[in-house]
Structure formats: C-alpha cells, structure tokens
C-alpha cells in the first residue's frame, strides 16, 4: 500500500507539471493552428535564467525574470518570424517546421552554455521531505502539485474571463469570422505564445529540483513528454491536456515505481511508456479523448 500511495502521489506532481508544458501546446494549437516544437528550448532557457541569477536577486526575483524573459522570446518568436511566414493553414504546417529548426538553434546553444554541469536553481524547497502517514514525499512534489494547480487555475480564468481568453476561444472556433469582428488574430497568437512560454518557464523549476540532479542540457528533452498528454487529450482542449497530463504522469509513476516486475517490457520501457500510452488511446479516439466533434454539410 505505501509503494501504491508513493507512485499516485509521483504521478500526481509529474502529471501536475506536464499540465503546464501540454495546456503551453494546446494554447498555441488554438491560436495560430501551429504545432510548437519549441517548448523543450523555451522550458531549458527559463531554467537556466534561474540558475544564473538566483544568487543575485533570489529564487523568487529569478523565477519572475525567468518567467518575463521566456514569455518574451516565445512572443518574438511568434511575431517575428512565424507570422511571416503566414496564418492560413498551409502556412500552420510551414511554421510548425519552422519551429524545429527555431528549437535547435536554441537548444544548441544554452547546451553550450550549461556544459557539462549540473546548475541548481536555488528553490527554497532543497532535497526536504515531508512524512504524510506512511508515506514519505519530497516538498518539491507537494510544491509542483501546488503551484501547478494555481498556475492552471489563473491560466484557465484568463481563458474564461478576459477578452483575450474570449478572442482566442473565437479565434479557435472560426478565425475569419473572428477577424471579420474586430478580433486581432496576430495579437491573439503572440500572447498565447507568451503565456506558453511562461508556463514552460515555471515547469523548469520542478523537472531540476529534488529529486531531479539538477538542470542540466537534455533537461528540456523532458518537455517532449507532454507532447503524448496533449495529443491523448485533444490539440484543442485545454481541458484534455489536463486529463491527458495525468494520465502520462501516472503512467510514468508507476512503470517506473514497478519496473522490477516489468523487467520482460526491457529496462527503458519508463521512457516509451507515454508514448505507448499515446498510442493506444488514439487507436481507440484517433482525435483524442476530448476532441469536439465535427459538423459537415452535405
């Protein structure tokens, strides 16, 4: 039972985190059509900002400049060459590519920077553990539980209650008949990407803490794992990210928490593991768990 409640509470933070990186996705995915592979640059720059300068201003100042830095790179990677490239769908799946080549040149060169060393960001929550019952977790978990659920919570009332979560919602349902109102798409986009960005950033803090080594350059490779939450739960739902976030982080828990009984699926099978997850679901909902339907005329 304590190995059962150790692994669900595991899953619980990793999924939590996930939840930031997929709901950065599908915010994105609603705005402009595109398909960012950019988040594992993005979530690597913030952490390395904090690492950097959390001496000088503490973690809290740090994680602000972080958030603030990241959030703008996302947005100016948006405005400044995405949108050139265009906004109608054909142009979606160029800039989706684009994002590619956009990641690598930015993942090779924080890679540069950070070496070979193991950076630490400075949290307050350091390698202390808390004991609930008979099970005994880290305080970064309980943390990344925390935060996350205010994070989402803020992102999803600004999805809910101001008229750029109103004009993204338009956006995504009809984006001509959006512009025809008044909406402007392009302003629309850039702050999805900045709030994609900022959540990427806030993610960093959790996948290098305790029980993680540290940050170090293939910390933003882990982002790819939100890729199979956001697709389990649809591109457009941010609703779907949430549940499809938790699904991977439980998943991952537990594969890893039993992979001594699990020996015959190999020793990396923790690492395939969402993506296998990913798979299944989507032979079952090839357009994910939460996809609305579509109406056609005929």
């Known amino acids: 039972m304590t190995d059962l409640l150790d692994n669900l509470l595991n899953g619980v933070a990793l999924g939590s985190v996930y939840a930031l990186i997929a709901l950065g996705f599908v915010t994105i995915f609603k705005a402009s059509g595109v398909l960012s592979f950019t988040h594992g640059s993005l979530l690597l720059?913030?952490?390395?900002?904090?690492?950097?300068?959390?001496?000088?201003?503490?973690?809290?100042?740090?994680?602000?400049?972080?958030?603030?830095?990241?959030?703008?790179?996302?947005?100016?990677?948006?405005?400044?060459?995405?949108?050139?490239?265009?906004?109608?769908?054909?142009?979606?799946?160029?800039?989706?590519?684009?994002?590619?080549?956009?990641?690598?040149?930015?993942?090779?060169?924080?890679?540069?920077?950070?070496?070979?060393?193991?950076?630490?960001?400075?949290?307050?929550?350091?390698?202390?553990?808390?004991?609930?019952?008979?099970?005994?977790?880290?305080?970064?978990?309980?943390?990344?539980?925390?935060?996350?659920?205010?994070a989402i919570a803020g992102a999803f009332a600004l999805f809910r209650f101001t008229p750029w979560g109103l004009s993204l919602r338009a956006a995504a349902e009809d984006s001509e008949a959006a512009a025809l109102m008044g909406v402007r798409l392009t302003r629309v986009r850039m702050l999805a990407w900045c709030l994609a960005g900022a959540l990427a950033a806030l993610a960093a803090v959790f996948l290098a803490a305790f029980p993680a080594p540290g940050l170090e350059r293939t910390t933003g490779q882990i982002a790819l794992k939100a890729f199979p939450a956001a697709i389990l739960g649809g591109m457009a739902s941010p609703v779907g990210a949430l549940v499809g976030s938790m699904l991977i982080g439980l998943t991952e828990a537990f594969v890893a928490g039993y992979q001594s009984d699990l020996h015959v699926l190999g020793e990396g099978f923790g690492d395939v593991a969402p993506y296998a997850v990913m798979v299944l679901v989507l032979l079952v909902r090839p357009a994910g768990l939460f996809a609305a339907k579509g109406a056609a005329r005929v």
């Open 45 to 150: 720059l913030g952490g390395y900002l904090i690492a950097v300068f959390h001496d000088d201003l503490t973690f809290g100042g740090a994680l602000a400049l972080a958030v603030v830095v990241t959030a703008t790179v996302a947005g100016l990677v948006d405005r400044l060459i995405l949108q050139r490239i265009g906004t109608d769908p054909h142009a979606a799946h160029v800039a989706t590519i684009a994002t590619i080549g956009i990641d690598i040149v930015l993942l090779t060169d924080l890679a540069r920077r950070i070496g070979g060393d193991l950076l630490t960001l400075g949290d307050p929550w350091g390698d202390a553990v808390t004991e609930l019952g008979p099970v005994t977790v880290a305080d970064s978990r309980i943390a990344a539980i925390v935060v996350s659920a205010l």
